[in-house]
């Protein structure tokens, strides 16, 4: 099959080429799913598990990429609860070979089922961002309505999965980026913007959440932000930034099928946009996965026609 692999953690997207590998077995309680799009993480390169297995041994080369949507083909011995050529998208294991390939090996249980009135391409757009979102904001986060948000990075792909989650909850959301994030964050249903190069940040006032995928020193502003019993969600990793009198929170997005049924309803019905950048092939993955320009929003590759 083709697929992009990665060899050199030094080269990060730069290392990236298209090239021939095998195609996976289903393993037990795995499927096999023919992937028709994919989506990408920009950081993946930096992550250990794209480069290590879970004892530490070296993958390499690997297939990244872990969001994807597609059709099962295989199903592994004791898998249930999906079909062969049922239509799939969802999360595949970090420490195993990923969806930039013509197919990939997934727990069952890491995978929903797709209706077929939602397109591949939009899709593969939702895991990461719409369960990171989704688990931020009421997980962790313990959103209510009446509640006030402070969504970083609101234009990007996440956060503008935060800003609509958050407004339908009945929240008041006020999105950050630069300056030429503005209307695409209002376009996103966030009802205030913070440029973070030319406005003070801490004009803002104190609010109940902030969800955080900058970290440093914005993320310590932020703490102070937040309050009395409020909640600062992070992305970025273990962090020293407490409120005053609330709790920091940092995770690690999971699968979860029910909240993925959840998150492509709202799509279904009109309740949630996605928010794609770029659509590219397989055949032109590697040159859209290093882009020249800032791209705000997820870069899918479209792995069959």
Known sequence: MKAIVVRDRAAGTAGMALAERPEPPAAINDVVVQVHASGFVPTETEWPSTWTDRADRDRTPSIPGHEMAGVVITLGYGTTGLTVGQRVFGITDWHRDGTLAEYVAVEARNLAPLPGDVGFTVAASLPISGLTAWQGLFQHGRLQAGQSVL????AGAVGTMVTQLAREAGAYVIGTGRAADRQKALDFGAQEFVDLDNDVLEDVGGVDLVFDVIGGDIQHRSAGLIRAGGTLVTVVGPSEARPDDG???DFVVESDRAQLSE?????????????IGNVATLDDAVAALNPTERINGKTIIRVRP
């Open 151 to 154: 969504a970083h990075g609101a």
């Open 247 to 249: 709790l920091t929170v």
């Open 263 to 275: 998150i492509v309803q709202r799509v279904r019905d009109g309740r949630l946009r996605t928010n």
